[in-house]
C-alpha cells in the first residue's frame, strides 16, 4: 500500500503492540499506531496547494478552535483535526476518486471512535474557499 497515497503504512508482523494514544473531547481516548508519527510530519512538510490554503485559514483558532495538521487516529492519518469537538477535515483529492469504498470504511472506523468528518475536494478549497470556511465554522459553532 502507498504511504503517502493512502496515508497508512503496513508493518511487517501486524500493529500490534504499536498504538499510543490521543486525547479527544472530554477526554475520550483514540488509540492511533505510533510508527505513524514520522510518515505524519513528513506529510506537514509535504502539503498539497489545496492543504496549504487551508491550513493557512483554520491554524491560530482562526475559526475558534485549534486545529492540527496530519493527525495519526488508529492506523491512518488525517489532514486537519479538532481535538476539541473531534472533526477531522479531509480534503480529498483525485486519488481519491478511485477509493471510494477505502476511504468509507476508514471514516466508518474512526466515527466508531466518536470522530466526526468533514470532507471537501480540492477543487473546493481552490476555488470556493469562502464557502468551504462558512461551513467548517457553521459546523464549530453548533458543536462548541
Known amino acids: 500500500m502507498n504511504l503517502v497515497a493512502n496515508k497508512l503504512l503496513p508493518l511487517k508482523g501486524g500493529w500490534e503492540g504499536c498504538f499510543s494514544y490521543l486525547y479527544n473531547m472530554a477526554n475520550k481516548i483514540i488509540p492511533y499506531n505510533k510508527h505513524l508519527k514520522l510518515i505524519a510530519r513528513e506529510l506537514r512538510k509535504n502539503m498539497t496547494p489545496s ?12 475559526l475558534g478552535v485549534e486545529f492540527h495538521r496530519q493527525v495519526p487516529i488508529l492506523n ?3 489532514d486537519f483535526y479538532c481535538h ?3 472533526l477531522a477535515l479531509e480534503i480529498d483529492g483525485s486519488i481519491h476518486d478511485n477509493n ?5 470504511e476508514r471514516q466508518g472506523k474512526m466515527e466508531k471512535q466518536g470522530v466526526r468528518f468533514l470532507r471537501f475536494t480540492n477543487d473546493e478549497v481552490l476555488y470556493n474557499l469562502d464557502d468551504v470556511l462558512n461551513t467548517i465554522r457553521n459546523y464549530v459553532e453548533e458543536n462548541t
Open 100 to 104: 471510494y469504498l477505502e476511504d468509507a
Open 51 to 62: 492543504e496549504q490554503i487551508m491550513w493557512e485559514n483554520i491554524r491560530k483558532k482562526s
Open 84 to 86: 476539541e469537538i473531534g
Open 76 to 78: 491512518y492519518i488525517v
